[in-house]
């Protein structure tokens, strides 16, 4: 397909995570094509070369009640984003993950004569069970993070496995002794990492009890290291009283460095599960939600009773879950505490996260993400294999030798 000028394309996310996706998308887009990248986002979206029309990532939530709290801010970004989306009219709407928000966007955006959409991590795709018919009448293509959601396709051919883009985290990142380096931390101490999350309400319910983790681990293992995760959205101030009160902590922006500098953590429930997993680091994986979200969870049933996402992928608990009141520092600091001391519990875990991560595809899914958008535009979603980064990186290989 043949444009006047470089293709256009949307990019969309209210989720930190969604915003680090949409960078790494964002570079593959521009090493393979001349394209111009637009959209919602962060920081992240920002430094990686797209023109951001909204700011989103301070909008993001969990369940109904957490949108009720961002409800007025969502609504006036979701309107300004409408109106340019009409104004520029993107060549290809990409929403990424944030279902609650890009569902309602999507839906409204596709009134727009001849807009194409290409869902990447498309909502709940997590589960097994997933089906692409709910996004059907609004979205044209799907680049899927698992293999199982091509099962969920309705026959048309929409839905392409790219994998997840957390497998690619680790060529991404130094070797642990560089980063710990860098940081100033000693190679041979014991190092936990510490991810509270990236929404107000986390940090509020979350850093005050793993502050006392932190408290009666140091009793327990001499010469403990401290790394805590800093959100790009979450403003130093947030976290640096608690920092302190930790003692030998190092506050680092960015899940990814505190969790390969890290012996084990403990993690919020949320994509950086999915990162630790990767990595390799042994973790226990906690939340504790506000009283509404409970409420909410109270009435309408979860359909699962795994929670952490590598649980969830693998089917079983892999991964030691602790929810609510069982997320108290008492617990977190048991939890943990073997993974901190002994070899043989970190080596049966990392064996028993490295089998998730393999299901997540390998890395290179932001490039064969960036690959499937440009099928999208090009109309060659359907055409042969050929057209796949994995068959062009065969071909380079061959004409190599």
């Known amino acids: 397909m043949a444009f006047?000028?470089?293709?256009?394309?949307?990019?969309?996310?209210?989720?930190?995570?969604?915003?680090?996706?949409?960078?790494?998308?964002?570079?593959?887009?521009?090493?393979?094509?001349?394209?111009?990248?637009?959209?919602?986002?962060?920081?992240?979206?920002?430094?990686?070369?797209?023109?951001l029309l909204a700011e989103t990532t301070h909008l993001t939530a969990v369940g109904a009640a957490g949108w009720l709290a961002v409800y007025a801010r969502a609504w006036v970004r979701y309107r300004l984003l409408l109106l340019a989306l009409a104004r520029?009219?993107?060549?290809?709407?990409?929403?990424?993950?944030s279902g609650g928000f890009n569902m309602p966007l999507v839906r409204r955006a596709k009134r727009q004569p001849g807009l194409k959409v290409l869902y990447y991590v498309p909502p709940r795709s997590w589960h097994r069970d997933w089906q692409v018919a709910p996004l059907a009448p609004v979205v044209d293509y799907v680049a899927a993070p698992f293999a199982w959601n091509t099962v969920g396709d309705d026959g048309t051919g929409r839905v392409r496995f790219v994998g997840h883009?957390?497998?690619?985290?680790?060529?991404?990142?130094?070797?642990q002794d560089e980063v710990r380096q860098s940081l100033g931390l000693a190679l041979d101490r014991p190092t936990l990492a510490l991810l509270p999350g990236s929404r107000r309400w986390e940090l509020r319910m979350h850093l005050p009890v793993l502050t006392e983790a932190v408290r009666l681990l140091r009793a327990q293992v001499p010469g403990l290291q401290v790394v805590v995760s800093r959100a790009r959205n979450v403003k130093a101030q947030a976290i640096e009283a608690c920092v302190?009160?930790?003692?030998?902590?190092h506050a680092v922006e960015g899940a990814g460095l505190a969790l390969r500098a890290a012996d084990a953590a403990l993690v919020c429930m949320g994509t950086a599960t999915l990162e630790a997993c990767v990595l390799g680091v042994p973790l226990v994986a906690f939340y504790r939600c506000t009283r509404l979200t409970l409420l909410q969870l109270?009435?309408?049933?979860?359909?699962?009773?795994?929670?952490?996402?590598p649980n969830i992928i693998a089917g079983e608990a892999i991964v030691t879950e602790l929810i609510q009141e069982a997320a108290s520092a008492e617990r977190l600091a048991?939890?943990?505490?073997?993974?901190?001391?002994?070899?043989?519990?970190?080596?049966?875990?990392?064996?028993?996260?490295?089998?998730?991560?393999?299901?997540?595809?390998?890395?290179?899914?932001?490039?064969?993400?960036?690959?499937?958008?440009?099928?999208?535009?090009?109309?060659r979603w359907h055409a042969p294999a050929e057209t796949t980064c994995e068959a062009e990186a065969s071909e380079t290989a061959r004409c190599a030798s």
């Open 334 to 379: 048991e939890e943990v505490l073997p993974l901190l001391v002994d070899e043989g519990a970190r080596h049966a875990a990392r064996a028993r996260l490295s089998e998730v991560a393999r299901l997540l595809g390998g890395p290179g899914a932001s490039d064969r993400a960036a690959q499937a958008v440009l099928d999208a535009l090009n109309g």
């Open 298 to 309: 109270l009435v309408w049933k979860p359909s699962t009773q795994l929670f952490a996402l």
């Open 165 to 175: 883009p957390a497998a690619d985290l680790p060529t991404r990142l130094p070797p």
């Open 4 to 51: 006047p000028r470089p293709p256009q394309v949307c990019l969309v996310t209210v989720d930190p995570s969604g915003d680090a996706i949409g960078a790494a998308l964002a570079e593959s887009l521009k090493r393979r094509a001349e394209v111009q990248l637009i959209g919602a986002g962060g920081p992240l979206m920002r430094e990686a070369g797209v023109e």
């Open 88 to 97: 520029r009219r993107p060549d290809l709407l990409v929403p990424i993950d």
């Open 244 to 249: 302190r009160a930790m003692g030998d902590a």
